[in-house]
């Protein structure tokens, strides 16, 4: 968790005289920023994100033409039958699997993420440090 990447080494420190937890701090701005959606917010941009790579775009026509052929092979087969063979055809597939999570870390390390949770977590740990004082 990036939130508590931050200097936790020391549990407790001083501050105008008095003790700060840090752990606690961080297992606070770690709650905070899960409940108020952060987490889901960059998970949802990331995705639409992914969505218009070059890659994925790749994927989704390979995986439509999975789907005709297994509409080709199969007459009378029903919407489940479809569902069910290709959640096995992508299971199977490693690369795909593998390129999808290569291009899901790649989002995720990009600077917008980074610069949106250092804002976020700047900003509730100044109000945790606040309302210590």
């Given at each position: 968790?990036i939130?508590?990447?931050?200097n936790?080494?020391?549990?407790?420190?001083?501050?105008?005289g008095?003790?700060v937890?840090?752990?606690?701090?961080?297992?606070?701005?770690d709650?905070?920023l899960?409940?108020?959606?952060?987490?889901?917010?960059?998970?949802?941009?990331?995705?639409?994100?992914?969505?218009?790579?070059?890659?994925?775009?790749?994927?989704?026509?390979?995986?439509?033409?999975?789907?005709?052929?297994i509409?080709?092979?199969?007459?009378?087969?029903s919407?489940?039958?479809?569902?069910?063979?290709?959640?096995?055809?992508?299971?199977?597939?490693?690369?795909?699997?593998n390129?999808?999570?290569?291009?899901?870390?790649?989002?995720?390390?990009?600077?917008?993420?980074q610069?949106t949770?250092?804002?976020?977590?700047?900003?509730?740990?100044?109000?945790?440090?606040?309302?210590?004082?």
């Amino acid at each position: 968790m990036i939130v508590s990447q931050r200097n936790c080494h020391t549990e407790n420190k001083r501050m105008s005289g008095s003790l700060v937890d840090e752990r606690s701090i961080v297992a606070k701005v770690d709650m905070e920023l899960k409940k108020g959606g952060t987490f889901d917010k960059l998970r949802k941009k990331a995705t639409e994100h992914i969505k218009e790579s070059e890659l994925l775009q790749r994927i989704e026509k390979e995986t439509l033409q999975k789907v005709d052929e297994i509409m080709e092979s199969f007459s009378n087969i029903s919407k489940e039958e479809i569902q069910r063979k290709l959640r096995e055809y992508i299971s199977s597939n490693h690369q795909m699997r593998n390129d999808i999570n290569r291009q899901t870390r790649i989002e995720l390390d990009k600077s917008w993420v980074q610069d949106t949770l250092k804002e976020e977590i700047e900003e509730k740990v100044t109000k945790q440090l606040e309302d210590m004082v």
